[in-house]
Each structure stands twice: as C-alpha cells, then as structure tokens.
C-alpha cells in the first residue's frame, strides 16, 4: 500500500490550495480515505474522511465549511480543497486509508502547507 500526497505550498492567509493523494497497490475504490494533519509538535490529527463511493463525508469541525474533500476512483485520487486558510491550517497533511481513522500503520511523506504573510 502506497500513499502519495501533493499539492502543499506556502499561501497567505485567507488563501486556497487542493491537496492531492495518489493511491497505489490496493483497490482504491474499496476503501473509504481520509486526511490527516500534523502540526509542529503537536500530534497528527483527523481531518476529513470520504466513503468509497464519495457519497459520505465527515470533517473535522476545525475545517468544516472551508475545506471539501472528493475522490476520483478512475484516477484512484483523492482530493483536499481548502480554502479561507489561516495560520493554524499550517501543517503537515497525510492521507490513508479509512473514513474516521487510519487503516494502515504506514504512511506516505506527507505535503507541507504553510500559511503566512
């Protein structure tokens, strides 16, 4: 199981960015995906989740109504738009497998987004 995030860049506040995860060596459309973000020390939190189908979905309430997640199981791709960035958004995002928690004990690099002026 591989997992490869892209997309993190360094934006001003009040900025947008789209995440992206790759998914590789499993059957994409079989498992629900989430994100996860982990902010300098500070332990990784729950982001968002997504079914299999895209039809569920869950945030957190820190980003709910500003970040969207979506999934494009033909591209086996995953999707973060996020948007009305702020300073505590600066982080380091992960994705996995799973709708509420991760699966998998193994994680890709992650993509660094910071938010600063």
């Known amino acids: 199981v591989q997992f490869v995030e892209s997309g993190g860049a360094l934006v001003q506040p009040g900025g947008s960015l789209t995440l992206s995860c790759a998914a590789a060596e499993f059957t994409f459309s079989a498992y629900a995906m989430s994100w996860y973000r982990q902010a300098p020390g500070k332990e990784r939190e729950y982001v968002a989740g997504i079914g299999e189908s895209g039809t569920m979905r869950r945030y957190a309430d820190s980003v709910k109504d500003r970040f969207s997640i979506s999934r494009d199981n033909v591209k086996k791709i995953m999707y973060l738009q996020m948007n009305s960035l702020n300073s505590e958004d600066t982080a380091v995002y992960y994705c996995?497998?799973?709708?509420?928690?991760?699966?998998?004990?193994?994680w890709g690099q992650g993509t660094q987004v910071t938010v600063s002026s």
């Open positions: 996995n497998q799973g709708f509420t928690r991760p699966l998998r004990d193994s």
